[in-house]
């Protein structure tokens, strides 16, 4: 998907689930205000909401028995990973990379438990 401009989530990222849209709100916001800011304090602040979205997406599947949770999971390791290894400054390559595996994976990776959790 596109990225939005501005980068906001918007109903084309709507899961369904009020709690996940609402973090995934959550997730647009940490990443606009790191582009915007570009700090330690925004960065340790994108990856701590990241953090609890993720804990609690897998959570949820894990009690939904969601077929397709340790690939899901797997999936948000990586990016994590790769966010632990950017430093502030990030670059704006690297923020881009990251609005844009954000804008996809609600998509193509989130959608496939609609109806399932």
Known sequence: MKIPVPYAWTPDFKTTYENID???RTLFNGLFALSEFNTQHQLNAAIEVFTLHFHDEQGQMIRSNYVN???HT???NGFMDTMRGWQSPVPQKALKDGMEWLA????TEDFKYKGKL
């Open 22 to 24: 609402s973090e995934h």
């Open 74 to 76: 797997d999936i948000h």
């Open 69 to 71: 949770t340790k690939e």
């Open 104 to 107: 996809n994976h609600i998509p």
